[in-house]
């Protein structure tokens, strides 16, 4: 776990920028994805260091890795293996009844910022709580953080294996505070033990694929201009 790592200052354009950003790229490598790299570069080389160059090693990976050989490390990577669960809820409560009460806590949320989610995805997925931030930056970043402790086990595994992902889970981590002494403690026992298990029949591994809306993308490059 990294420790002492001054935190970048992010303006409120810079956030919503970066959140957006990395919210489409853990989305599947599609070709909407794919057709949007160029802008989604110039995005992230405006951003701080901190934040953009872990970015901009993920797009260089979609950019110069055939789109068939993307999707496959993609769907082995966050549909096949637990340890790399892109589920905030699911590292903390497993497959056991509290995290049906995660999950209501979390779409109360987006609830009272007037948004209703869609029964065909999971509100926990890192990438729909990351968008939900970059349109409500104060609530969201109140959900990340509180889920600061799962956004680290999650980066540490990719960081392990070497994923290409490891880039967009560092820059998230950098918008993000430090872990402090307890969230650290619960890191270290996620990782020698994992989360627990009742196998109560939930499947957090197979909704259909999140793809973030990219409608927001031109005003937010816009406002940074």
Do not use: N
């Amino acid at each position: 776990m990294r420790r002492g790592t001054a935190q970048p200052i992010l303006g409120e354009s810079e956030e919503r920028a970066a959140w957006q950003v990395q919210s489409l790229l853990l989305g599947y490598p599609d070709a909407a994805l794919l057709d949007s790299l160029p802008m989604l570069a110039r995005v992230a080389s405006a951003l701080p260091v901190a934040v953009g160059a872990p970015l901009q090693r993920m797009l260089t990976y979609l950019e110069t890795t055939r789109p068939l050989t993307t999707a496959s490390a993609y769907v082995d990577t966050f549909d096949q293996r637990k340890r790399f669960s892109p589920y905030l809820t699911w590292f903390f409560c497993g497959d056991t009844r509290r995290r049906g009460m995660a999950l209501l806590k979390i779409k109360q949320v987006y609830l009272a910022a007037g948004l209703a989610p869609g029964d065909d995805e999971l509100p926990d997925h890192l990438a729909v709580a990351l968008e939900f931030a970059a349109a409500h930056p104060i609530p969201g970043r109140s959900l990340l953080e509180e889920h600061r402790a799962s956004i680290e086990v999650m980066r540490m595994a990719l960081r392990d294996a070497d994923s290409p992902w490891a880039g967009v889970l560092e820059s998230v981590s950098a918008t993000l505070r430090p872990l402090h002494g307890t969230e650290r403690e619960a890191v270290v026992r996620l990782i020698a033990d994992g989360p627990a298990d009742e196998g109560v029949g939930l499947e957090p591994f197979a909704p259909p694929v999140h793809q973030p809306d990219m409608l927001g993308m031109p005003q937010m490059i816009g406002g940074r201009r």
